[in-house]
T-cell receptor, first 110, second 115 residues
Framework: NAGVTQTPKFQVLKTGQSMTLQCAQD?????MSWYRQDPGMGLRLIHY???????DQGEVPNGYNVSRSTTEDFPLRLLSAAPSQTSVYFC?????????FGQGTRLTVV | AQTVTQSQPEMSVQEAETVTLSCTYD???????LFWYKQPPSRQMILVIR??????QNATENRFSVNFQKAAKSFSLKISDSQLGDAAMYFC????????????FGTGTLLAVQP
């Protein structure tokens, strides 16, 4: 049972490039989320999904897109990377109370 | 809007001693959950303990326990018999009940454990 799997673990992008952070869970969880973690700010919600085909914006959605075509996968797309998007990104899933997190992706935009 | 405040950016404890990490929150909801997450240098977010707001009894998980003061909106974490492996960043988090998916995190407390 792999839990929540994020790829890649590290990524360097140039300003203006696009990329997709992958997130997959094998626990059949309905709820999935993307957070970003910045120094001194804790984790902040980017986008979330309550089931396949349903997504909504969180606290800091600008510059990011998501889709949820299957229960298992919830990719996060950066449309045109900016230095302000340098951060550590976490994907999480949950069914009832507890959220399970992936190991994070450290993204640097230069 | 709901907020979570951790007023201790850093704490230090001697091995085998007890330490308490503070957390306060603000909400107008009556149904919610509170969590403490541990983030070691590996970056993995690990759930330490959770508390349902409707439960009066404080949650306990082995050496970890909470002091949940609902009226004061306080949710502190006590670590007993501290071990070197407890050294990490600790985040307090809140989630309203129901279908919401939004976890609101505090800014974290970095705990150092001295041998």
């Amino acid at each position: 049972n792999a839990g929540v799997t994020q790829t890649p673990k590290f990524q360097v992008l140039k300003t203006g490039q696009s990329m997709t952070l992958q997130c997959a869970q094998d626990m059949n969880h309905e709820y999935m989320s993307w957070y970003r973690q910045d120094p001194g700010m804790g984790l902040r919600l980017i986008h979330y999904s309550v089931g396949a085909g349903i997504t909504d914006q969180g606290e800091v959605p600008n510059g990011y897109n998501v889709s949820r075509s299957t229960t298992e996968d919830f990719p996060l797309r950066l449309l045109s990377a900016a230095p302000s998007q340098t951060s550590v990104y976490f994907c999480a899933s949950r069914r009832q109370t507890e959220a399970f997190f992936g190991q994070g992706t450290r993204l640097t935009v230069v | 809007a709901q907020t979570v405040t951790q007023s201790q950016p850093e704490m230090s404890v001697q091995e085998a001693e007890t330490v308490t990490l503070s957390c306060t929150y603000d909400t107008s909801e009556s149904d919610y959950y509170l969590f403490w997450y541990k983030q070691p240098p590996s970056r993995q977010m690990i759930l330490v303990i959770r508390q349902e707001a409707y439960k009066q009894q404080n949650a306990t998980e082995n050496r970890f326990s909470v002091n949940f003061q609902k009226a004061a909106k306080s949710f502190s974490l006590k670590i007993s018999d501290s071990q070197l492996g407890d050294a990490a960043m600790y985040f307090c988090a809140y989630r309203a009940g129901g279908a919401t998916n939004k976890l609101i995190f505090g800014t974290g407390t970095l705990l150092a454990v001295q041998p």
